[in-house]
């Protein structure tokens, strides 16, 4: 065993307190490439212990000190970036390049962010004749999924150390390799003892016990909606801070004056990258009936170019694999036209889907109400503006969406009456200080930029 197959608590590497153990799967090949502990609610109290005896005094640094150890991270992550893609690539499937930029240079570019931001960060405020004074929350349960295995992770630890709290990570079970880097990365960056731990464990085991444990103040939860109703619950009746990152069912909205061809393709592009396990995909696509046609070509010879075991990635388990190729099969039997792929193995292993294309979708067909989670995009018809509006809302989702018209005005006026919390505007290129989270069932609260650091503060205000 080396050192660090335990668990990260209180600044060191520690045998967990249990026997048990997660075997982690390569999906690309089906083949177990690791054991992690599975842990349990005495390595969460642990964990929690050592974060609570660490929080007054990190509280008490001045954001220059945690400027600087926030940049130290920041090159511990971007020396480690190769060892980091790799480790996806091995845990979660993704394809080479897609690791390199995506999961591994993202999380340094965010980690940047908050490195400069927390030097400059209005942490008091005068309101009249109040100060109004932004204080860490405390002790952070940071509970993450699998499909962004460290941006996932940056984009809760980073801001809440910038605010101040210390933090107790539990990483889904599918990628606990690559949150043990980061842990790591953190030892390496010279962040005090306790201030952030790591437990492996199971979700309804490690999970729970972290978002139940009384010494946590704030849960920061990204995953399902089924797991995040669960939470949202346990934190309202011990009444703590809560914040969930939920699924999505996006919608791409290619208006009749828009470049058809490349709001399609960019589309396509976006649905289907990280294999289309991304909360934000746009696997809804909603075209003008006298455009429909003409569009659904577009997009059957786009995705031909989405080469499983290549450009695409496999699903991350064979859980996904058969909920993914569920969904597929409905599609067929509620009656959408399967116009490319289908639940047919384009490999002979590893957990891949080809790339599916429906068309004929109606709004209130299961595919186009939930969210799949795979390569699976629809295509949906509408006859005007507002029935268009009426499609691109009519989910319990209000994550993210795209709008695609002639000019900038026209599909800005579109953005602003739908119930997403982030719109692309004609493509529009991601932006990382931009907040994200999502209206109605997508979740509650908001991540990255200044927006994702409030959510670590509380305010007390003086009157003078
Ligand atoms: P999940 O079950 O909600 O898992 C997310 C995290 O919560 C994981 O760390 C998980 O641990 C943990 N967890 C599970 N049950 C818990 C509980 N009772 N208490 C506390 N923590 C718990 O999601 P998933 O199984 O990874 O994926 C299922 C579906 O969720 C996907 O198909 C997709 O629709 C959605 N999803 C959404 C996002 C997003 O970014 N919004 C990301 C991933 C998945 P384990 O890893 O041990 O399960
Ligand atoms: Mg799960």
Redesign the pocket.
């Known amino acids: 065993m080396k050192a660090h197959d335990g668990m990260y608590i209180g600044g060191a590497w520690r045998p967990a307190a249990g026997t048990d153990t997660i075997a982690v799967v390569n999906p690309a090949d089906e083949q177990v490439i690791a054991h992690v502990p599975a842990g349990t609610a005495e390595d969460v109290d642990a964990a929690v212990r050592a974060a609570r005896a660490a929080f007054p005094a990190w509280a008490a640094t001045t954001p220059a000190e945690r400027a600087a150890r926030l940049t130290a991270l920041r090159d511990a992550l971007a020396a480690r970036q190769d060892e980091i893609a790799r480790t996806v690539t091995a845990e979660l499937g993704a394809p080479a390049q897609l690791a390199e930029q995506v999961h591994a240079g993202l999380p340094v570019l965010i980690t940047g962010t908050y490195a400069e931001m927390v030097a400059t960060y209005p942490f008091e405020e005068k309101v009249g004749n109040s100060t109004v004074l932004l204080e860490p929350v405390g002790v952070v349960g940071a509970?993450?999924?699998?499909?962004?295995p460290l941006h996932?992770v940056v984009a809760k630890v980073a801001p809440a150390l910038a605010a101040g709290c210390t933090v107790v990570l539990?990483?889904?079970?599918?990628t606990p390799l690559t949150a043990r880097l980061f842990a790591e990365a953190v030892h390496e960056a010279g962040l005090p003892a306790g201030v952030f731990n790591l437990v492996t464990?199971?979700?309804?085991v490690a999970?729970?016990a972290?978002?139940e444990h009384d010494g946590v103040d704030l849960v920061s939860?990204?995953?399902?909606?089924?797991?995040?109703r669960?939470?949202g619950a346990l934190a309202g009746g011990a009444v703590k801070r809560v914040a969930l990152?939920?699924?999505?069912k996006s919608a791409n909205v290619i208006l009749p004056s828009a470049d058809l061809p490349k709001a399609v393709r960019t589309g396509i592009a976006n649905a289907l990258s990280n294999a289309g396990?991304?909360?934000s995909a746009l696997t809804r696509v909603l075209v003008h009936k006298d455009q429909y046609d003409e569009a659904v070509a577009i997009a059957a010879e786009a995705v031909a170019a989405y080469t499983p075991g290549d450009r695409l990635g496999p699903m991350v388990n064979a859980k996904?694999l058969q909920?993914v190729r569920g969904y597929i099969d409905q599609g067929v039997r509620e009656g959408a036209r399967l116009v490319v792929g289908g639940t047919e193995a384009p490999l002979d292993r590893g957990y891949y889907v080809s790339p599916t294309i429906f068309a004929d979708v109606t709004p209130e067909m299961t595919i186009a109400q939930e969210?799949i989670?795979g390569p699976v995009i629809s295509f949906l018809r509408y006859e005007d503006e507002e029935d268009a509006l009426r499609i691109a809302n009519g989910t319990v989702y209000g994550?993210a969406g795209a709008v695609w018209a002639g000019d900038e005005t026209e599909a800005v006026a579109f953005a602003r009456r739908m119930e997403a919390g982030q719109v692309d505007i004609n493509g529009g290129r991601f932006n990382p200080l931009a907040p994200f989270g999502g209206y109605k069932q997508s979740g509650v609260g908001r991540e990255l930029g200044a927006h994702g650091l409030a959510e670590y503060l509380h305010t007390k205000s003086l009157q003078f």
């Open positions: 509970i993450t999924p699998w499909n962004y996932q539990k990483p889904a079970e599918d464990g199971l979700g309804p999970g729970q972290l978002a939860f990204t995953g399902s909606t089924a797991v995040g669960r939470i990152e939920l699924g999505g396990q991304r909360c996904q909920r969210e989670f994550l």
